[in-house]
Nanobody, 123 residues
């Protein structure tokens, strides 16, 4: 069982930046692909992006490409989501997720989820 805990959410003005963190309880953290997802009010949860085991490959949804960056520190069992040039439409609860298999994260069905952290972008 992998326990994930997000932090770093809050209120930011449009055009600003925010960095989210997700700490994992798993000591074999580098055995897991890590992903970020978000759910805006009244909408379905959507994929933001993910990062491979070693952290040398990342993938992003087109809506955040060029603005968001995912990174990980395997020594700290932590994955990050750096969000720049934030827009009001980025307002959502952001979730990190983990799975041993890349296709499950990219396919939006990872085995483990955090409880989420709220990001609010004001216009």
């Amino acid at each position: 069982q992998v326990h994930l805990e997000e932090s770093g959410g809050g209120l930011v003005q449009a055009g600003g930046s925010l960095r989210l963190s997700c700490a994992a309880s798993e000591r074999s953290f580098d055995n897991y692909v890590m992903g970020w997802f978000r759910q805006a009010p009244g909408k379905e949860r959507e994929y933001v992006g993910c990062i491979n085991y070693r952290g040398d490959m990342t993938w992003y949804d087109d809506s955040v490409k060029g603005r968001f960056t995912i990174s990980r520190d395997n020594a700290k069992s932590t994955v990050y989501l750096q969000m720049n040039s934030l827009k009001p439409e980025d307002t959502a609860v952001y979730y990190c997720a983990a799975d041993r298999l890349l296709w499950r994260v990219a396919g939006k069905i990872p085995g483990y989820w955090g409880k989420g952290t709220l990001v609010t972008v004001s216009s």
